[in-house]
């Protein structure tokens, strides 16, 4: 299943600002998978992890994580375990509105992920955070069941399967 963001854009331009979305350009690129996509699972948190471990400790079966971290650059919420444990339980990607670290090990990892930037330091674990609602950054809303799309040109939503 290969595909081009900006030949999906092309091909669905009709639907482009309503059930096709185009993420704004703020996320580097970490993880073995340079393109991934699947249904999303969203995670709502701040500064605490906890249930970005969770939630990739369940058979990921081919989703993406996306985890509103509220774009907090003082912690990171995804390293090189979390990433291990998506790749294990078969998750095609992560996409952090936040920071993750160990980032060269991560590169090593066969799943895709997105993140603002890195940032050394582990995030506190207290378990708060609220999962599987709709979330909002970049321009987009990320619901529940959608499909994202990611490569090294962006970050697309669908509320549907663009390749099936």
């Known amino acids: 299943m290969s595909f081009k963001t900006p030949d999906l854009c092309d091909t669905f331009e009709s639907e482009l600002g309503q059930s096709l979305?185009?993420?704004t350009p703020m996320f580097q690129s970490y993880g073995g998978r340079k393109a991934f996509t699947g249904q999303i699972a969203t995670l709502k948190l701040f500064e605490d992890n906890s249930l970005v471990r969770e939630v990739l400790g369940e058979a990921g079966q081919g989703r993406v994580?996306?985890?509103?971290?509220?774009g907090s650059l003082r912690c990171a919420l995804v390293g090189d375990q979390l990433a291990i444990l998506a790749q294990k339980n078969s998750w095609a990607g992560i996409v952090v509105?936040?920071?993750?670290?160990?980032?060269a090990d991560i590169n090593q990892t066969d799943i895709g992920v997105r993140a603002l930037n890195t940032h050394p330091q582990k995030s506190i674990k207290r378990g708060v955070g609220e999962k599987e609602l709709?979330?909002?950054?970049?321009?987009?809303?990320?619901?529940p069941g959608e499909w994202l799309y990611a490569d090294e040109d962006g970050i697309l939503v669908s509320a549907r399967n663009l390749l099936s």
């Open 21 to 23: 979305r185009v993420v």
């Open 65 to 70: 994580l996306v985890v509103d971290g509220g």
């Open 97 to 103: 509105y936040g920071c993750i670290r160990d980032s």
């Open 134 to 143: 709709a979330v909002t950054f970049g321009g987009v809303t990320f619901n």
